[in-house]
């Protein structure tokens, strides 16, 4: 059994930094895509970033600021957020693809973080 556990948001200024961490636990062989989305109350999940394959892509309105990135060793992704503006603020998820060592493919999300960005 796999599970994605999000950690690392919180209220930051603007200008401030943020590094969030998607750990996939359990059976897990392997994290080899992943990505970040945020939302709004009452809006649509954004895309925010996407790893795979070594790839990453940004959307427009966070490259530049944003990065993501893997640590192959802890089964973990991360989303190093710098330069962060209000509009900014939303809840943080990340999706991930897992080969488990029982060789089975899991697409999972993780439970979700909250980034405030204020003064």
């Known amino acids: 059994q796999v599970q994605l556990v999000e950690s690392g948001g919180g209220l930051v200024q603007p200008g401030g930094s943020l590094r969030l961490s998607c750990a996939a636990i359990?059976?897990?062989?392997?994290?080899?895509?992943a990505n970040w989305y945020r939302q709004i109350t009452g809006k649509q999940r954004e895309w925010v970033a996407s790893?795979?394959?070594?790839?990453?892509r940004y959307a427009d309105s966070v490259r530049g600021r944003f990065t993501i990135s893997r640590d192959h060793t802890k089964n973990t992704i991360y989303l190093q957020m710098n330069n962060l503006k209000p509009e900014d603020t939303a809840v943080y998820y990340c999706?991930?693809?897992?080969?488990?060592?029982?060789?089975?493919?899991?697409?999972?999300w993780g439970q979700g973080t909250q980034v405030t960005v204020s003064s």
């Open positions: 999706n991930a693809n897992v080969t488990t060592r029982q060789w089975n493919d899991y697409v999972g």
């Open positions: 359990g059976s897990v062989f392997n994290v080899y895509a």
């Open positions: 790893f795979s394959s070594g790839d990453t």
